[in-house]
């Protein structure tokens, strides 16, 4: 079982930067791929980005390719998630989960969630 806390979330202006943290306990955190999502108020929650469990590969959302990376500490049991050049359309609660692979991009096939941090981006 992986308990998942994020942090980091807030204000900011079209064209700057936050960095996300997500960080989870329970002694199996480097076994799990880990991935970030998000939703946007009356949207479905969407996929944005992956990393293996050692943080060799990872997988992101073409809508945020080249702006968001993705890198975790598995010696601190946390997962981080640099967002620069931030835009408007990047408004949601911001998610992290653990699942079985970095391949995977659906909702249904992570196990375990946090509860999500706001981001907003003022134009």
């Known amino acids: 079982q992986v308990q998942l806390v994020e942090s980091g979330g807030g204000l900011v202006q079209a064209g700057g930067s936050l960095r996300l943290s997500c960080a989870a306990s329970g002694r199996t955190f480097s076994r799990y791929a880990m991935g970030w999502f998000r939703q946007a108020p009356g949207a479905e929650r969407e996929f944005v980005a992956a990393?293996?469990?050692?943080?060799?590969?990872?997988n992101y959302a073409d809508s945020v390719k080249g702006r968001f990376t993705i890198s975790r500490d598995n010696a601190k049991n946390t997962v981080f998630l640099q967002m620069d050049s931030l835009k408007p359309e990047d408004t949601a609660v911001y998610y992290c989960?653990?699942?079985?692979?970095?391949?995977?991009?659906?909702?249904?096939?992570?196990?375990?969630w946090g509860q999500g941090t706001q981001v907003t981006v003022s134009s």
């Open positions: 990393s293996s469990w050692n943080g060799g590969s990872t």
């Open positions: 989960a653990a699942g079985a692979s970095w391949r995977l991009s659906r909702v249904y096939e992570y196990a375990y």
